[in-house]
């Protein structure tokens, strides 16, 4: 079982080599036709950019994005500079350098790679999948008989922040860079899932379907981790198959199938304040001009933040949407679950957290505050402020560098739940409910807490679940998910996640349940 | 101000001085030569396992203590001079107390084997027990089998613990089944199977007789009363605790097993108390034992002492007896008394039921005349505490239990219920009708 364990870690470590040096490798080659296409759908304008790019890059071979990307982005910035010099602003181009050359890298490259799509697409995705699952499915057999199987944890490099920690720290980091900075070093990623990309929408893939490809199937193997690790506990194979669930069909095929059907992109579980361009003017035009399935994801989007979202917190606390159907929720709870334990339990770090989801929350509504005046009253100045540079700050700030490049690329360093613990606004709402009108709760189970610190230390959140049990109280706190692992880790059976009436949901014990009832009394109804 | 000071900072030092004070202004110092900070001693083995780093088990961040002016000396006492007021630390320094705490907590029997002070022989209580089984027995390669003599709660979390590093483990158990003298039998016999799931070679109705040590005057051997010798690198003693009151003798304060008090936690000395495991009873209370060597009584003892000592004259009564504790992979609660056959009295009747396939029973002790609900062992199911502390408090019959069962019912959501089979054993044993009622937060909460 060990050497099967060996030889798919090995199997592994060469597809996600051969994944990670695409990037670096390929040829590219622009010829006059392709780019005369691509002028004419893109409606470029840009004589000096055509004539650049024709003079420079047409009918030439790149080894490597590194020789082929810095021709583009800097004929497209020396392009944009000159004409606002001369201030003829019909020809500067607003597509970003580098997603400029990534569209051009796209259609120029040319190789091996291109032209084995499948094969490439198996020593990549392939072997890593497969190399994964030899790793992780021998623990059926490995981790003995079911039950908390934490074992190591603390002596693993791995899980303990040693160098394989900061590795994959690296790695998840680039990852996010190149996703969101660099898409022209992706090119080489969407050859592999375009057959996969034409097969569902009927187009070629991008970045973004790459980067939804690579989500499904990262929780899709690190489901079935979870599903070996917690085989004893019932919740936990609920809670992983719901996460899954509306990740692959509500994130990824129900969207791409729409654009498809010619209707908009749309995530129908993806909630306003956490889809946080939902009422950006590019997206509200697109919707009205949609018809009516535009119309019907206007209202859905608005009924579900507004109703639907607030409704299920009453009735099942904040974890409905958290731990059982967001999509970040669901990556942290797979792939993250190997790192849960690094969320700092700290006071001063419950302080730091406050502070930021809830300014984050601010932010995103001051924001759409703006850009929903800016929309009716047509304007694009708000106050004396420019609603694009807002939105751009935002998206660049939170949506790119939070979410993405802090959110994950963290995991191994802080935890799988930063930016649902310090950064979602949709969390900050969620949570205002829960922890003010609902009828969820962790239920401390009377006395029987032993201090041990199991809960506390296996909390994605960063909760001192501790604090809570040993003193006999319930957890009602407003970041709790409910992902359900403090209650499956307790060894003496403390804590149950329920649902139950608002009337006793807090209740401050100081005296605890065991000791003499007339002390508890007189003590705990003062 | 008055000078309370407290030797001992485990689960009652600490509450005592917790609760001191919530309810006052006075002067408090923690005295302790084991840690700087407290600690959960529950949860030493999960250190060894990996499962949490040492900072993990202390419940307070270290600024707590400050913040709440509680003083922690690391010192050790030798002795007390209760005339003067004072403490001797072992370093010559004198501390002047005007109340005194002790709670000193209890260390690992040792019965006087030979050779039972070897390198590599120890029990698993403080934390340098912990360094030790990290010293003695790091891995499967320098301990190439550890022995483990006394079948208690102590002895099956140490085997968990040396299991998770692959270490070969005898475990030496005297009885005839596994802590038979606490658990019936049938809960017993489960427990069996589950130490020889976990490929722990288990050793029942087998005493130790001698330690042997090696040239370094480490452990090489054991040898048992059935003539094998067994080789091993490390030896885990774990049969019981006492209390840790040996700096008492000659100081004027009565001890027997450990440091006799009343129900107010008062030893015969003024001002001078003591809680936790290393106090006496004169008079057990109920069918509880003078000396209460568990957590949870050690911290209702804190409670009760704080209050006593900010002057609320308190007796320690503790309500209905609880506990838990975990056999490997298996959960276990109890709630009320439920007794042994070794144990029980006549009229103590057992009603158990046990899963046919999983690691699940539980057992429930009746009164064979009047039915009364006496008390309930659960194992791989959870279990309410305030459910059964009222149902207790309200004396009902076992009947009422079984009925409404589903509403003492603790696991998590999603897991397979057993109540319907329970009750359907207990309908076909008493020859009831019994059908359980569906769970309601309405009872569950009292509400109207």
Same mark, same amino acid.
């Not at chain 1, 060996?6 to 780019?35: C, D, E, R």
């Not at chain 1, 974890?319 to 999509?327: D, F, L, M, N």
């Given at each position: 079982?060990?050497?099967?364990?060996?030889?798919?870690?090995?199997?592994?470590?060469?597809?996600?080599?051969?994944?990670?040096?695409?990037?670096?490798?390929?040829?590219?080659?622009?010829?006059?036709?392709?780019?005369?296409?691509?002028?004419?759908?893109?409606?470029?304008?840009?004589?000096?950019?055509?004539?650049?790019?024709?003079?420079?890059?047409?009918?030439?071979?790149?080894?490597?994005?590194?020789?082929?990307?810095?021709?583009?982005?800097?004929?497209?910035?020396?392009?944009?500079?000159?004409?606002?010099?001369?201030?003829?602003?019909?020809?500067?181009?607003?597509?970003?350098?580098?997603?400029?050359?990534?569209?051009?890298?796209?259609?120029?490259?040319?190789?091996?790679?291109?032209?084995?799509?499948?094969?490439?697409?198996?020593?990549?995705?392939?072997?890593?999948?497969?190399?994964?699952?030899?790793?992780?499915?021998?623990?059926?057999?490995?981790?003995?008989?079911?039950?908390?199987?934490?074992?190591?944890?603390?002596?693993?490099?791995?899980?303990?922040?040693?160098?394989?920690?900061?590795?994959?720290?690296?790695?998840?980091?680039?990852?996010?860079?190149?996703?969101?900075?660099?898409?022209?070093?992706?090119?080489?990623?969407?050859?592999?899932?375009?057959?996969?990309?034409?097969?569902?929408?009927?187009?070629?893939?991008?970045?973004?379907?790459?980067?939804?490809?690579?989500?499904?199937?990262?929780?899709?193997?690190?489901?079935?981790?979870?599903?070996?690790?917690?085989?004893?506990?019932?919740?936990?194979?609920?809670?992983?198959?719901?996460?899954?669930?509306?990740?692959?069909?509500?994130?990824?095929?129900?969207?791409?199938?729409?654009?498809?059907?010619?209707?908009?992109?749309?995530?129908?579980?993806?909630?306003?304040?956490?889809?946080?361009?939902?009422?950006?003017?590019?997206?509200?035009?697109?919707?009205?001009?949609?018809?009516?399935?535009?119309?019907?994801?206007?209202?859905? /989007?608005? !009924?579900?933040?507004? &109703? @639907?979202?607030?409704?299920?917190?009453?009735? =099942? *606390?904040? $974890?409905?949407? +958290?731990?059982?159907?967001?999509?970040?929720?669901?990556?942290?709870?797979?792939?993250?679950?190997?790192?849960?334990?690094?969320?700092?339990?700290?006071?001063?770090?419950?302080?730091?957290?406050?502070?930021?989801?809830?300014?984050?929350?601010?932010?995103?509504?001051?924001?759409?505050?703006?850009?929903?005046?800016?929309?009716?009253?047509?304007?694009?100045?708000?106050?004396?402020?420019?609603?694009?540079?807002?939105?751009?700050?935002?998206?660049?700030?939170? /949506?790119? !560098?939070?979410?993405? &490049? @802090?959110?994950?690329?963290?995991?191994?360093? =802080? *935890?799988? $739940?930063?930016? +649902?613990?310090?950064?979602?606004?949709?969390?900050?709402?969620?949570?205002?409910?829960?922890?003010?009108?609902?009828?969820?709760?962790?239920?401390?189970?009377?006395?029987?807490?032993?201090?041990?610190?199991?809960?506390?230390?296996?909390?994605?959140?960063?909760?001192?679940?501790?604090?809570?049990?040993?003193?006999?109280?319930?957890?009602?706190?407003?970041?709790?998910?409910?992902?359900?692992?403090?209650?499956?880790?307790?060894?003496?059976?403390?804590?149950?996640?329920?649902?139950?009436?608002?009337?006793?949901?807090?209740?401050?014990?100081?005296?605890?349940?065991?000791?003499?009832?007339?002390?508890?009394?007189?003590?705990?109804?003062? | 101000?008055?000078?309370?000071?407290?030797?001992?900072?485990?689960?009652?030092?600490?509450?005592?001085?917790?609760?001191?004070?919530?309810?006052?202004?006075?002067?408090?110092?923690?005295?302790?030569?084991?840690?700087?900070?407290?600690?959960?001693?529950?949860?030493?083995?999960?250190?060894?396992?990996?499962?949490?780093?040492?900072?993990?088990?202390?419940?307070?961040?270290?600024?707590?203590?400050?913040?709440?002016?509680?003083?922690?000396?690391?010192?050790?006492?030798?002795?007390?001079?209760?005339?003067?007021?004072?403490?001797?630390?072992?370093?010559?320094?004198?501390?002047?107390?005007?109340?005194?705490?002790?709670?000193?907590?209890?260390?690992?029997?040792?019965?006087?084997?030979?050779?039972?002070?070897?390198?590599?022989?120890?029990?698993?209580?403080?934390?340098?027990?912990?360094?030790?089984?990290?010293?003695?027995?790091?891995?499967?390669?320098?301990?190439?089998?550890?022995?483990?003599?006394?079948?208690?709660?102590?002895?099956?979390?140490?085997?968990?613990?040396?299991?998770?590093?692959?270490?070969?483990?005898?475990?030496?158990?005297?009885?005839?089944?596994?802590?038979?003298?606490?658990?019936?039998?049938?809960?017993?016999?489960?427990?069996?199977?589950?130490?020889?799931?976990?490929?722990?070679?288990?050793?029942?109705?087998?005493?130790?007789?001698?330690?042997?040590?090696?040239?370094?005057?480490?452990?090489?051997?054991?040898?048992?009363?059935?003539?094998?010798?067994?080789?091993?690198?490390?030896?885990?003693?774990?049969?019981?605790?006492?209390?840790?009151?040996?700096?008492?003798?000659?100081?004027?304060?009565?001890?027997?097993?450990?440091?006799?008090?009343?129900?107010?936690?008062?030893?015969?000395?003024?001002?001078?108390?003591?809680?936790?495991?290393?106090?006496?009873?004169?008079?057990?209370?109920?069918?509880?034992?003078?000396?209460?060597?568990?957590?949870?009584?050690?911290?209702?003892?804190?409670?009760?002492?704080?209050?006593?000592?900010?002057?609320?004259?308190?007796?320690?009564?503790?309500?209905?007896?609880?506990?838990?504790?975990?056999?490997?992979?298996?959960?276990?609660?109890?709630?009320?008394?439920?007794?042994?056959?070794?144990?029980?009295?006549?009229?103590?009747?057992?009603?158990?039921?046990?899963?046919?396939?999983?690691?699940?029973?539980?057992?429930?002790?009746?009164?064979?005349?009047?039915?009364?609900?006496?008390?309930?062992?659960?194992?791989?199911?959870?279990?309410?505490?305030?459910?059964?502390?009222?149902?207790?408090?309200?004396?009902?019959?076992?009947?009422?239990?079984?009925?409404?069962?589903?509403?003492?019912?603790?696991?998590?959501?999603?897991?397979?219920?057993?109540?319907?089979?329970?009750?359907?054993?207990?309908?076909?044993?008493?020859?009831?009708?019994?059908?359980?009622?569906?769970?309601?937060?309405?009872?569950?909460?009292?509400?109207?």
């Amino acid at each position: 079982m060990k050497i099967i364990k060996n030889i798919g870690l090995i199997i592994f470590l060469m597809g996600l080599t051969i994944f990670a040096a695409l990037p670096v490798v390929g040829t590219y080659s622009l010829s006059p036709k392709q780019f005369g296409d691509f002028v004419g759908q893109k409606g470029i304008k840009s004589d000096l950019f055509i004539s650049d790019i024709q003079e420079n890059v047409v009918g030439q071979n790149f080894e490597g994005m590194f020789s082929f990307a810095p021709k583009v982005t800097h004929a497209l910035d020396a392009a944009n500079a000159q004409h606002r010099k001369n201030k003829e602003y019909k020809k500067i181009i607003y597509t970003k350098p580098h997603d400029m050359a990534a569209e051009l890298g796209k259609i120029s490259g040319s190789g091996f790679i291109v032209e084995n799509k499948g094969l490439m697409w198996f020593l990549t995705f392939g072997l890593g999948i497969i190399g994964a699952l030899m790793f992780i499915l021998p623990n059926v057999v490995l981790l003995g008989k079911k039950g908390i199987k934490n074992n190591g944890i603390y002596h693993e490099n791995a899980t303990n922040r040693g160098w394989i920690a900061w590795m994959v720290f690296i790695f998840l980091v680039s990852f996010y860079l190149i996703l969101y900075f660099r898409s022209e070093y992706a090119v080489n990623w969407t050859y592999l899932v375009d057959p996969i990309s034409q097969s569902l929408s009927g187009n070629l893939a991008g970045q973004w379907f790459v980067y939804g490809f690579m989500y499904c199937v990262v929780m899709v193997v690190m489901a079935v981790r979870m599903y070996i690790k917690y085989r004893h506990n019932m919740y936990q194979m609920v809670r992983t198959t719901s996460v899954l669930f509306f990740q692959i069909v509500f994130a990824f095929l129900i969207p791409e199938i729409m654009v498809r059907l010619q209707m908009p992109y749309y995530d129908f579980k993806n909630a306003f304040p956490l889809d946080y361009d939902f009422f950006f003017q590019w997206n509200l035009k697109s919707l009205l001009n949609s018809g009516g399935i535009g119309l019907f994801i206007l209202v859905w /989007g608005i !009924v579900l933040t507004v &109703v @639907i979202v607030p409704v299920m917190v009453y009735f =099942f *606390g904040k $974890r409905w949407y +958290c731990s059982w159907v967001c999509g970040c929720g669901g990556l942290a709870e797979t792939l993250g679950d190997p790192y849960r334990q690094h969320s700092s339990k700290s006071l001063f770090s419950w302080k730091v957290e406050r502070w930021l989801i809830h300014g984050v929350l601010l932010f995103a509504l001051v924001m759409t505050g703006f850009t929903l005046y800016g929309f009716f009253a047509e304007t694009g100045t708000v106050l004396g402020i420019k609603v694009q540079s807002i939105m751009d700050t935002y998206s660049f700030l939170i /949506g790119a !560098v939070f979410a993405g &490049v @802090i959110g994950t690329g963290f995991y191994p360093i =802080f *935890g799988n $739940r930063v930016w +649902c613990r310090f950064g979602c606004p949709l969390a900050a709402y969620l949570g205002f409910v829960q922890r003010f009108k609902s009828r969820f709760r962790i239920t401390t189970n009377g006395g029987q807490c032993i201090s041990c610190g199991n809960c506390s230390t296996y909390c994605e959140q960063g909760i001192d679940v501790r604090a809570y049990a040993q003193k006999g109280e319930n957890i009602v706190r407003s970041s709790c998910v409910g992902c359900g692992v403090c209650s499956a880790v307790c060894p003496r059976g403390v804590l149950k996640l329920e649902n139950g009436p608002e009337q006793g949901r807090i209740n401050p014990t100081e005296i605890l349940l065991g000791n003499d009832p007339d002390l508890m009394e007189l003590v705990n109804r003062k | 101000m008055e000078h309370i000071v407290i030797i001992g900072n485990g689960i009652s030092g600490v509450t005592a001085a917790r609760h001191i004070r919530k309810l006052s202004d006075k002067r408090i110092s923690i005295i302790s030569a084991e840690t700087d900070f407290f600690f959960s001693r529950t949860a030493l083995m999960y250190v060894y396992m990996g499962h949490m780093k040492f900072e993990h088990t202390q419940p307070y961040e270290d600024w707590f203590w400050k913040k709440n002016r509680i003083d922690l000396v690391n010192a050790y006492v030798e002795g007390i001079d209760h005339k003067e007021k004072t403490l001797r630390l072992k370093d010559g320094a004198d501390i002047r107390y005007d109340r005194l705490i002790i709670a000193t907590g209890s260390k690992p029997n040792k019965f006087g084997w030979p050779g039972q002070d070897s390198k590599g022989v120890q029990g698993l209580y403080s934390k340098q027990d912990l360094d030790g089984v990290e010293k003695y027995a790091p891995n499967n390669k320098t301990c190439k089998r550890a022995v483990i003599v006394g079948g208690g709660l102590i002895g099956i979390e140490l085997a968990e613990m040396l299991r998770s590093r692959n270490i070969p483990v005898t475990f030496l158990v005297r009885e005839n089944s596994f802590w038979n003298g606490v658990l019936p039998s049938g809960e017993s016999q489960m427990i069996n199977e589950h130490i020889l799931e976990h490929h722990i070679d288990l050793r029942l109705a087998t005493n130790l007789t001698e330690i042997l040590p090696d040239e370094h005057g480490r452990v090489k051997a054991i040898k048992t009363d059935k003539g094998d010798v067994i080789e091993c690198e490390f030896v885990g003693l774990t049969a019981g605790v006492s209390p840790n009151i040996d700096f008492l003798k000659d100081s004027g304060i009565e001890i027997g097993r450990g440091v006799k008090v009343n129900r107010l936690l008062e030893t015969n000395i003024t001002d001078i108390y003591a809680i936790g495991d290393c106090a006496e009873q004169h008079e057990a209370i109920g069918n509880r034992r003078p000396i209460e060597a568990v957590w949870y009584t050690g911290r209702m003892m804190g409670e009760t002492v704080a209050q006593t000592i900010c002057g609320n004259k308190t007796e320690y009564k503790p309500g209905h007896w609880f506990n838990s504790a975990k056999f490997l992979d298996v959960e276990y609660q109890t709630y009320g008394w439920v007794f042994s056959e070794r144990t029980k009295k006549d009229s103590e009747k057992h009603f158990h039921w046990r899963h046919p396939k999983e690691k699940i029973c539980i057992t429930v002790a009746y009164h064979s005349d009047t039915n009364k609900f006496l008390g309930i062992n659960t194992f791989g199911i959870r279990m309410r505490h305030e459910i059964f502390d009222r149902w207790l408090t309200e004396e009902r019959n076992v009947e009422y239990v079984m009925e409404y069962l589903k509403d003492a019912n603790f696991d998590p959501e999603f897991y397979a219920q057993y109540e319907t089979d329970i009750v359907a054993k207990f309908n076909t044993e008493m020859g009831t009708s019994i059908t359980p009622k569906k769970k309601s937060w309405k009872r569950i909460f009292k509400i109207a």
